[in-house]
Nanobody, 120 residues
Framework: QVQLVESGGGSVQAGGSLRLSCAAS????????MNWFRQPPGKEREFVAG????????SYRDSVKGRFTISRDNAKNTVSLQMNSLKPEDTAVYYC?????????????WGQGTQVTVSS
C-alpha cells in the first residue's frame, strides 16, 4: 500500500509561483512512475506532468510546458511540481498520483489533493 500526501497549495495572483510537494510512503519509491493531475472547477481530472522512476524522463501537458517543472527526490521519497507564471486557468485541485508496476498489473494510488487558486 502506498500513501501520498500533498502540500504546498494556496492562493496566488496571476504571474506568481507555487511549489507543490508530494510525500510517498510504502514500497520502493524509486520504482514508481509519479504524476500530477488536476481537476479544474466543473471539469474532468486531467494529466499535468509525469516523471519516471529515475527522473530521467518527464512529460507535460501542452498548456503547462515551459511554466511547470516536475522533479523527484528518491532519497526523500518526494515528488514536486514547480509552477511558475501561473494563470487563472491553472486554478484546480492538484493530485499526486503513483503508478506501481507489478509483474502482471499496474496499481495506481492518489493523494487527497491540494487546492491551487490563481486570481487575475
Amino acid at each position: 500500500q502506498v500513501q501520498l500526501v500533498e502540500s504546498g497549495g494556496g492562493s496566488v495572483q496571476a504571474g506568481g509561483s507555487l511549489r507543490l510537494s508530494c510525500a510517498a510512503s510504502g514500497g520502493t519509491f524509486s520504482s514508481y512512475g509519479m504524476n500530477w493531475f488536476r481537476q479544474p472547477p466543473g471539469k474532468e481530472r486531467e494529466f499535468v506532468a509525469g516523471i519516471n522512476g529515475n527522473g530521467a524522463g518527464t512529460s507535460y501537458r501542452d498548456s503547462v510546458k515551459g511554466r511547470f517543472t516536475i522533479s523527484r527526490d528518491n532519497a526523500k521519497n518526494t515528488v514536486s511540481l514547480q509552477m511558475n507564471s501561473l494563470k487563472p486557468e491553472d486554478t484546480a485541485v492538484y493530485y499526486c498520483h503513483a503508478e506501481v508496476y507489478g509483474s502482471t498489473r499496474t496499481t495506481t494510488y492518489w493523494g487527497q489533493g491540494t487546492q491551487v487558486t490563481v486570481s487575475s
